[in-house]
């Protein structure tokens, strides 16, 4: 079946270091979602990205989506304390006569101060 | 209301007990979701619902678990004769689009969760 994998699992980062999470697809997605869980809270929704190649930008997070729509990645430049939780990334295939979204494990992320 | 709503947030029950999980969305959302997240894993897809109709219960581990929203709105999650593996949040999700498109651009809107602990 449709699988959506995500590296690393953890992540722990020094307060104004990147990091960086990827996602790759078994398949080709109609688009892909990235969402924010805090801990002790439930997913909340931060950009979604549907064309090929396609990079967008929410202040200090970058989100690219693969040129073959099967990959993509977030990137967070000099990470604060508050960028603390796990990011998971949830892919759209079109299965079953509807877009399911299938999600990825999730990175967890840790920054000490 | 202002958000999904799920109830009750915690519950514990005795191996073989049935429980019966609450989602109330967001008012006019076409589609729900039911998710099961267990711990310091990515939430599994279990059932969708457009309106009333189920349009897809593959994800739903077993014949014990069964999902309903008949009339569109509230939905409820049932789990009969409850395992230990069945311990795990419970996250129902809805969107404001019906998923059929293929370029769906429905965010998901997640309620809080029902914490299921079976002993």
């Known amino acids: 079946g449709q699988q959506v994998m995500q590296i690393p699992q953890y992540q722990h980062v020094q307060e104004g270091e990147d990091f960086t999470t990827y996602c790759n697809s078994s398949?080709?997605?109609?688009?892909i979602q990235w969402y924010k869980q805090r801990p002790g809270g439930h997913p909340v929704f931060l950009i979604q990205?549907?064309?090929?190649?396609e990079v967008k930008k929410q202040k200090r997070l970058t989100f690219q989506f693969g040129e073959a729509k099967k990959n993509s990645s977030l990137h967070i430049t000099a990470t604060q304390t508050t960028d603390v939780g796990t990011y998971f990334c949830a892919g759209r295939v079109f299965s079953g006569g509807y877009n399911k979204l299938i999600f990825g494990a999730g990175t967890r992320l840790a920054v000490h101060p | 209301g202002a958000g999904v709503s799920q109830s009750p947030r915690y519950k514990v029950a005795k191996r073989g007990q049935d429980v019966a999980l609450r989602c109330d969305p967001i008012s006019g959302h076409v589609s729900l979701f039911w998710y099961q997240q267990a711990l310091g894993q990515g939430p599994e897809f279990l059932t969708y619902?457009?309106?009333?109709?189920?349009?897809?219960k593959s994800g739903l581990p077993s014949d014990r678990f069964f999902a309903e929203r008949p009339e569109g709105s509230v939905s409820t999650l049932k789990i009969q004769r409850t395992q230990q593996e069945d311990s795990a949040v419970y996250l129902c999700?809805?969107?404001?689009?019906?998923?059929?498109?293929?370029?769906?651009?429905?965010?998901?809107?997640f309620g809080e969760g029902s914490r299921l602990t079976v002993l």
């Open positions: 999700a809805s969107s404001h689009d019906a998923s059929r498109g293929l370029m769906n651009t429905g965010e998901l809107f």
């Open positions: 398949t080709t997605l109609s688009n």
């Open positions: 619902f457009q309106n009333e109709a189920q349009l897809d």
């Open positions: 990205l549907v064309k090929s190649g």
